[in-house]
């Protein structure tokens, strides 16, 4: 069983273009989560999502951010026009439920740099 | 809101020496405690983790309490090695809402040969 796949793992984006970041989590797993590292801090939530819903978006900033989970295929972080600020670790996790017997599984991460 | 915090920020030990991370959280009601450790550029690895139930887990010679009513953890290293050198961050998974992992920023650790 393969686990939480995140690509790009690295990406370089000149400010004002738009990263995207993928995530394909375990199989079997309805539940995402995206967190943002930046350099020399832990990691902070950003969003919630199940199945084709925004479950909790209490730590996405409000403008250039968007995150979807459809139906089919991976879930996808987007940011639009970036700016230097947003170069950091971006990880995606995944769980089969909620509950606290349902373990949260990490991808390796994607790592994005702003020039 | 779940504050979790980890001291010391930094730890470099000699060879040899057993160490304690600590972790705090502000909110008692957790499913889990979570221990990773994080090498530079590189991902998450899950070390240890622990049920609200439970008081500690232990794998080789990392050992993890948890006080929930207190609101501490401490992850326990024993006779470090070089090789223990990382980040190790500690997080919990809330109940209720999202039931999200919240993360404290970390210690730094450096076993010095």
């Known amino acids: 069983n393969a686990g939480v796949m995140q690509n790009p793992r690295h990406l370089v984006r000149r400010r004002g273009q738009e990263a995207r970041l993928r995530c394909s989590p375990m199989?079997?797993?309805?539940?995402v989560y995206w967190y943002r590292q930046l350099p020399e801090e832990g990691l902070k939530f950003m969003v919630y999502?199940?199945?084709?819903?925004?479950?909790?978006e209490s730590g996405m900033p409000k403008e250039r951010f968007s995150a979807e989970f459809p139906k089919e295929g991976p879930s996808i972080l987007r940011i639009q026009q970036v700016v230097r600020g947003d170069s950091a670790a971006y990880f995606c996790?995944?769980?089969?439920?909620?509950?606290?017997?349902?373990?949260?599984?990490f991808g390796e991460g994607s790592w994005l740099t702003v020039v | 809101k779940q504050e979790v915090t980890q001291i010391p920020a930094a730890l470099s030990v000699p060879e040899g020496e057993n160490l304690v991370l600590n972790c705090s959280f502000t909110?008692?009601?957790?499913?889990?405690l979570q221990w990773f450790r994080q090498d530079p550029g590189k991902g998450l690895t899950s070390l240890l983790l622990?049920?609200?139930?439970?008081r500690e887990q232990t794998s080789g010679r990392l050992n993890a309490s948890l006080d929930k009513s207190s609101g501490r953890s401490t992850l326990y290293i024993a006779a470090s090695q070089p090789g223990d050198s990382a980040t190790y961050l500690c997080?919990?998974?809330?109940?209720?809402?999202?039931?999200?992992?919240?993360f404290g920023k970390g210690t730094k650790l450096t076993v010095n040969p």
């Open positions: 909110d008692s009601a957790i499913y889990n």
């Open positions: 999502l199940q199945k084709e819903n925004i479950i909790d």
């Open positions: 622990i049920q609200s139930s439970q």
């Open positions: 997080a919990v998974r809330t109940q209720g809402g999202s039931e999200k992992l919240v």
């Open positions: 996790a995944s769980s089969p439920g909620q509950g606290g017997g349902n373990t949260i599984y």
């Open positions: 199989k079997g797993h309805s539940h």
